[in-house]
């Protein structure tokens, strides 16, 4: 399994990023899909999840309203479209799988919001 996160950067508040997430080594379409963030001395949190099908989604209730996780299954891609970003935001993303009960995740990508 191997998952390679790309697309964090700086950005203003108010603006918007999309993070993206190239999976392979594994049936993509087959399995549910995470973004999780973890934000300097913090412990790393849930932020949104998707079904392996794509029709059923959930997120944290910080990032609700404001984020929004898709997969392409032809490109192997998972997505975090972030919009009215936030300070808070601040943090580095990761994308996670989970199979046959162990969680995969990638290298990270660092989000910075400045105010």
């Known amino acids: 399994v191997q998952l390679v996160e790309s697309g964090g950067g700086l950005v203003q508040a108010g603006g918007s990023l999309r993070l993206s997430c190239a999976a392979s080594?594994?049936?993509?379409?087959?399995?549910?899909m995470s973004w999780y963030r973890q934000a300097p001395g913090k412990e790393r949190e849930f932020v949104a999840h998707?079904?392996?099908?794509?029709?059923?989604?959930a997120y944290a209730g910080s990032v609700k309203g404001r984020f929004t996780i898709s997969r392409d299954k032809a490109k192997n891609t998972l997505y975090l479209q972030m919009n009215s970003l936030k300070p808070e935001d601040t943090a580095v993303y990761y994308c996670?799988?989970?199979?046959?009960?162990?969680?995969?995740w990638g290298q990270g990508t660092q989000v910075t919001v400045s105010s």
């Open positions: 996670n799988t989970r199979i046959g009960g162990y969680d995969s």
């Open positions: 080594g594994f049936t993509f379409s087959n399995y549910a």
């Open positions: 998707i079904s392996w099908s794509g029709d059923s989604t």
